[in-house]
């Protein structure tokens, strides 16, 4: 029953003991190794941090090279992350328009699926309507890619719902754009399951699962980055999850995408392994 399911490893997932800082832009674990563990464990995707990626290239690789071992693997989905300030202005929107043009570039040598789009975060008033005509500007140059551009819905951005965050897509109507649900988002935004029934399946381009304790562990951002926990090992629902994006009408891969010191602190094949295991089981 469960044969069918493409599972995403996500970048954290098998990025060892590593999150971006003040001096650490890439992963120190080689591309290749976590790649090949993602694979061992049963995962048809993977996703890759456009720092690990620019570090992969200054160290002599090659993302021809990088393609190859893909197809080798069997992986099937490459997800990239992330995009910024694709609606700001001045410095900060050259260096988005940057980071945009590296994505790209590795989008169509590596095949990705999806890049993904982060929403506004800080409350710096930027307007509905600038979000959604930088937004349709976005998804128009990534058709030229052949990429989806999921906006993800965080409960600590200025899009906090799934109502909120959907206006923009919807407002856009790129056919590339929509949304990336993550169960940890959906949950701890308030939400309940039942509220992906009102995202029109066109709109649902990518999920990812994970697991928590019911009660927040600090604030909201050292909860979702420090205290995730493997599927099945919280206190979510992830199973209910699903059958809701799948009665929504999702087809898609489901990212794997567990943040936690726990699994910082584990070997990468035992990670990729736990993770991917747990995962899996939550397909009934």
Not at 252 to 278: H, K, M, N, Q
């Amino acid at each position: 029953m469960t044969s069918d399911i493409d599972l995403i490893a996500n970048c954290w997932t098998i990025a060892g003991d590593f999150l971006p800082a003040p001096g650490r832009s890439a992963c120190p674990i080689p591309l290749e190794e976590r790649l090949a563990a993602a694979a061992e464990a049963g995962y048809t995707g993977v996703g890759f941090f456009h720092g690990d990626l620019i570090a992969y290239l200054d160290r002599g690789g090659s993302f021809r090279a990088l393609r190859s071992r893909l197809d080798a693997h069997g992986i099937r989905h490459v997800e990239l992350e992330y995009l910024t300030d694709w609606f700001a202005d001045g410095e900060r929107r050259q260096r988005s328009d940057a980071i945009r043009q590296d994505l790209y570039v590795a989008a169509d040598a590596l095949r990705a699926r999806h890049i993904k789009v982060m929403p506004p975060f800080g409350n710096e008033g930027w307007s509905r309507q600038r979000l959604i005509d930088e937004y349709g500007e976005l998804c128009a140059e990534a058709e030229d890619h052949n990429l989806l551009m999921p906006i993800e819905m965080i409960p600590f951005s200025d899009l906090p719902t799934l109502d909120a965050a959907l206006s923009i897509p919807a407002g856009a109507e790129a056919a590339n754009g929509g949304l990336l649900i993550d169960v940890w988002h959906v949950v701890r935004s308030g939400g309940c399951f039942e509220d992906i029934q009102r995202v029109p399946s066109r709109y649902l381009l990518a999920a990812e699962i994970d697991d928590a304790d019911r009660v927040m562990r600090g604030e909201i951002r050292e909860d979702t980055m420090h205290h995730r926990k493997f599927c099945g090992e919280g206190d979510f629902d992830v199973p209910a999850f699903i059958a809701a994006m799948t009665r929504a009408g999702y087809r898609g891969p489901y990212g794997v995408e567990i943040l936690s010191d726990e699994l910082r602190r584990l070997p990468l094949a035992e990670a990729a392994r736990r993770s991917f295991r747990t995962a899996r089981a939550q397909f009934r």
